[in-house]
């Protein structure tokens, strides 16, 4: 039986907005299970983001259960879903989200630093992530010295480099232009393959769906396929 | 771990150049003003000027808390997205403390430094006056006695390091409530 990675149970979401009340995710029901590539898709303002943030513990469902690798996170303190960010998941942001004071390298070492690993093993693996997404020749660049592409790379270099159980995407692709973004979930999907890293990416675009071994359909906060 | 992160945060620190030029700029101008105003109220001859001595503090203060404020404000998506891989509060307080503290550390410097080139600068001058019997060995002495003594110098240290955490203290508050959904949200 394979391994359940990810595990929602009756979510619900609500937010208001200018007195309305919008139903951004109602009764989802959804088991992930390791190892799996899947594409969440759907129109703009499905909820399919919120989806994501409930997932990864960026944002708490209004009701339901949320189980991660094991760890209830539906009801998780902060410094509880920090560490479990920490030690199991990996994100890529559409904006990358790189700190523009820190080169590459630094970005990319910098999920490390309060950790308990020494300064030579940090920058060891963040050269091999580097390496891995093919970005080690930019290294000592700054973001601001790097394509929509290589910017991507790093961010996916960042988010694999404290071997995640997990990697969140939000519209990776959706800062890139055509080639570059063939590369990111060319990479993403080599990556999920050699690693074994369970990968969930947000899109709208129907061309990455090729790339998952999983859709899932989201329509007015609720999933339609999966 | 906290050593390599206070490290980091003085790094970051020294490349937000304008910024880090700026207020180490204006710390060391404040630090000068609020030493004088120390001297003035421990060693002066008259009445100490206690108004200017409260105005520099209070001035300190506001600095403190205006820095504090800007360093949080305007890197909240750096914060948030430090915080999306793993980053506890404790860990960004490091970070902001030690940048905090290292533009308190440099303008401290290189007050410290000014100071003493101005001492050594008056010592040469009123020196050659003596020799040329310009001046008295007396008015020599009295003229040579370092024109600031240590005490105010320390104390405007403390001044401004208790008003740097006073500054963390009060806007720690922001890097609590922060979340890191933030870092999804900002750029969008």
Redesign the interface.
């Given at each position: 039986m394979p391994e359940v990675m990810i595990k929602l149970e009756n979510v619900q979401k609500e937010f208001r907005l200018r007195g309305n009340i919008i139903r951004a995710l109602v009764d989802i029901n959804l088991k992930i299970n390791a190892g799996e590539f899947v594409v969440l898709m759907g129109p703009t303002g499905c909820g399919k983001?919120t989806l994501l943030?409930v997932m990864s513990g960026?944002?708490l469902p209004d009701d339901g259960t949320v189980i991660l690798d094991g760890d209830r996170i539906d009801r998780a303190s902060?410094?509880r879903l920090?560490?479990i960010?920490?030690?199991k998941?990996g994100?890529v942001?559409?904006?990358f989200?790189l700190?523009?004071?820190?080169t590459a390298l630094?970005n990319v070492e910098?999920?490390l630093?309060?950790?308990?690993l020494r300064?030579k093993e940090i920058n060891n693996r963040a050269m091999s992530a580097l390496a891995k997404v093919d970005a080690h020749e930019r290294m000592n660049n700054h973001p601001k010295e790097l394509s929509g592409g290589e910017k991507q790379r790093v961010a996916i270099a960042?988010a694999i480099i404290?071997k995640p159980r997990i990697i969140f995407a939000?519209e990776p692709t959706g800062n890139l232009h055509h080639a570059a973004a063939t590369q990111v979930m060319e990479l993403l999907k080599s990556l999920n393959k050699e690693m074994g890293t369970t990968t969930i990416i947000v899109t709208h675009d129907k061309n990455l769906v090729k790339y998952g071994t999983r859709l899932v359909e989201m329509e007015h906060g609720r999933i339609i396929k999966s | 771990m906290g050593l390599r992160l206070w490290s980091k945060s003085i790094k970051l620190a020294m490349r937000s150049r304008r910024r880090f030029i700026a207020f180490t700029l204006m710390y060391t101008v404040l630090m000068g003003w609020m030493t004088w105003n120390f001297q003035d109220f421990l060693y002066g001859d008259g009445d100490p000027d206690v108004l200017l001595l409260i105005v520099s503090i209070v001035s300190t203060l506001i600095l403190s808390i205006l820095y504090a404020w800007i360093v949080i404000n305007y890197r909240k998506n750096e914060i948030a997205t430090l915080k999306c891989i793993g980053y506890k509060n404790s860990n960004i307080r490091t970070i902001i403390i030690g940048e905090l503290t290292w533009v308190t550390f440099i303008a401290f410097m290189i007050m410290a430094e000014t100071l003493i080139h101005i001492t050594a600068g008056a010592t040469y001058f009123y020196q050659q006056q003596s020799l040329a019997g310009n001046i008295s060995a007396a008015t020599y002495l009295e003229k040579t006695t370092p024109i600031l003594n240590i005490w105010p110098v320390l104390a405007t240290l403390a001044m401004f390091l208790v008003s740097q955490i006073l500054g963390i203290v009060i806007m720690y508050s922001k890097i609590l409530k922060l979340r890191p959904i933030v870092a999804l949200r900002v750029l969008k």
């Amino acid at each position: 039986m394979p391994e359940v990675m990810i595990k929602l149970e009756n979510v619900q979401k609500e937010f208001r907005l200018r007195g309305n009340i919008i139903r951004a995710l109602v009764d989802i029901n959804l088991k992930i299970n390791a190892g799996e590539f899947v594409v969440l898709m759907g129109p703009t303002g499905c909820g399919k983001t919120t989806l994501l943030n409930v997932m990864s513990g960026l944002d708490l469902p209004d009701d339901g259960t949320v189980i991660l690798d094991g760890d209830r996170i539906d009801r998780a303190s902060e410094e509880r879903l920090s560490d479990i960010r920490r030690r199991k998941i990996g994100f890529v942001f559409q904006d990358f989200n790189l700190v523009e004071n820190l080169t590459a390298l630094e970005n990319v070492e910098a999920v490390l630093w309060p950790g308990p690993l020494r300064t030579k093993e940090i920058n060891n693996r963040a050269m091999s992530a580097l390496a891995k997404v093919d970005a080690h020749e930019r290294m000592n660049n700054h973001p601001k010295e790097l394509s929509g592409g290589e910017k991507q790379r790093v961010a996916i270099a960042r988010a694999i480099i404290h071997k995640p159980r997990i990697i969140f995407a939000d519209e990776p692709t959706g800062n890139l232009h055509h080639a570059a973004a063939t590369q990111v979930m060319e990479l993403l999907k080599s990556l999920n393959k050699e690693m074994g890293t369970t990968t969930i990416i947000v899109t709208h675009d129907k061309n990455l769906v090729k790339y998952g071994t999983r859709l899932v359909e989201m329509e007015h906060g609720r999933i339609i396929k999966s | 771990m906290g050593l390599r992160l206070w490290s980091k945060s003085i790094k970051l620190a020294m490349r937000s150049r304008r910024r880090f030029i700026a207020f180490t700029l204006m710390y060391t101008v404040l630090m000068g003003w609020m030493t004088w105003n120390f001297q003035d109220f421990l060693y002066g001859d008259g009445d100490p000027d206690v108004l200017l001595l409260i105005v520099s503090i209070v001035s300190t203060l506001i600095l403190s808390i205006l820095y504090a404020w800007i360093v949080i404000n305007y890197r909240k998506n750096e914060i948030a997205t430090l915080k999306c891989i793993g980053y506890k509060n404790s860990n960004i307080r490091t970070i902001i403390i030690g940048e905090l503290t290292w533009v308190t550390f440099i303008a401290f410097m290189i007050m410290a430094e000014t100071l003493i080139h101005i001492t050594a600068g008056a010592t040469y001058f009123y020196q050659q006056q003596s020799l040329a019997g310009n001046i008295s060995a007396a008015t020599y002495l009295e003229k040579t006695t370092p024109i600031l003594n240590i005490w105010p110098v320390l104390a405007t240290l403390a001044m401004f390091l208790v008003s740097q955490i006073l500054g963390i203290v009060i806007m720690y508050s922001k890097i609590l409530k922060l979340r890191p959904i933030v870092a999804l949200r900002v750029l969008k």
